[in-house]
């Protein structure tokens, strides 16, 4: 895809997969016998997995999603070819390097975070990228794509962006990879606008790591997607794990990070337009696509630019309002709206609250 056209479809549906960007996730119940474990406060609970040391571990976590996430929207979204895989085998040193295998069909990529090197290999292909992160580069850059597929991960982030504007209790225990949990249960206070109804966390009753997370909509009992820790040991890895030969005839691109005069000025409107509405359970994404990723033309021809809208018609639904017209993407957990100004609201919220965001001064 180009990038111009996958930047304008991710700012339309990069926050909808969950609370302010983050990937929500939910799954059923453990099966088995609950397990006797101490009792322990929610605030300690969820206190003791903010401040739990990172332990090495590695563990296999299973994939499944019932978003109503359109195929071409999944493959568009940065970040969110997460939600494609069947399985994926996750390793970690506790100190930041990272392992993580992900399996899609007959297919597997392997993305490896060493320091300041990324490794990210495709089987498919054949084919490798590695990336060097200089310094100043590493302290901003984001996430790794894949990380989104450990169920620690993502919990801890989930956990900060709602804990203040929650209803927070312990709901028995569980099982999860054969290792006794706390289940951590956090609904939306009354005040809050949200298509979610509970988020779940189960909590390692040992180390404190979140080895599944839950979050159901309202209006349904299945899950909306699954994402957990089938098996899991806590062991001292081998440095090999994050050290990567390319296999022999693999097509190898090496290149550095960096960002550019242009991507500067690109990040810097669009952060200045960017704005976070509400907080918790229902806040709002509002900013505008900077206005060089709207352009109809292009300077390859026209053609180029109309694609964005018809792509956009392919999967989102046109609306309008004071606040203008453009298109509406939804899905189970969330929502997005991206007017044909190039303005846009996201959220886990119901499209009236995104209306409002847009019209909001």
Do not use: C
């Not at 970040?79 to 100190?95: K, N, P, R």
């Not at 956090?186 to 988020?199: A, G, S, W």
């Not at 839950?214 to 062991?235: C, D, M, R």
């Not at 900077?290 to 792509?311: F, H, R, T």
Request: proline residues 6%; hydrophobic residues 40%.
């Amino acid at each position: 895809m180009d990038p111009k056209k996958k930047a304008i479809t991710a700012a339309v549906v990069g926050t909808a997969l969950g609370v302010g960007g983050l990937v929500v996730v939910a799954m059923p119940a453990s099966a088995g016998d609950a397990p006797k474990l101490p009792q322990v406060s929610a605030e300690d609970l969820v206190q003791s997995v903010v401040t739990a040391k990172p332990a090495p571990f590695d563990g296999t976590v299973t994939v499944s999603n019932d978003l109503g996430l359109p195929k071409m929207a999944t493959g568009a979204v940065p970040g969110a070819s997460a939600l494609g895989i069947d399985s994926a085998q996750v390793f970690s040193d506790g100190t930041g390097k990272t392992k993580v295998s992900l399996t899609k069909g007959q297919a597997q990529e392997t993305i490896i975070h060493n320091g300041n090197t990324v490794w990210d290999y495709d089987s498919k292909t054949n084919s490798a990228t590695k990336t060097t992160i200089p310094a100043d580069v590493a302290t901003k850059h984001g996430p790794v794509e894949g990380k989104a597929a450990d169920p620690s991960t993502a919990a801890k982030e989930l956990l900060a962006k709602v804990r203040e504007s929650s209803n927070v209790a312990v709901d028995g225990t569980a099982t999860v990879a054969d290792r006794p949990a706390y289940e951590l249960v956090l609904t939306p206070k009354p005040t809050e606008r949200t298509l979610l109804r509970e988020i779940r966390v189960a909590v390692d009753s040992q180390t404190r790591m979140p080895l599944r997370l839950s979050v159901l909509s309202n209006g349904t009992t299945a899950p909306a997607l699954e994402l957990a820790f089938s098996k899991i040991e806590f062991v001292d890895q081998s440095a090999d794990l994050f050290a990567f030969t390319p296999p022999k005839g693999a097509k190898v691109t090496e290149k550095q990070a960096k960002i550019d005069d242009r991507s500067k000025a690109l990040a810097n409107e669009a952060a200045q337009a960017t704005k976070l509405l509400g907080d918790g359970w229902d806040t709002v994404v509002t900013g505008k696509v900077p206005a060089d990723l709207m352009k109809q033309k292009q300077a390859q021809g026209e053609e180029k630019g109309a694609d964005v809208q018809k792509m956009l018609s392919r999967f989102a639904k046109r609306v309008n309002g004071p606040w203008g017209s453009g298109y509406l993407f939804t899905t189970k957990v969330g929502g997005a709206v991206l007017t044909d100004d190039g303005r846009f609201a996201a959220g886990a919220v119901p499209e009236q609250v995104l209306y409002e965001a847009l019209g909001a001064k």
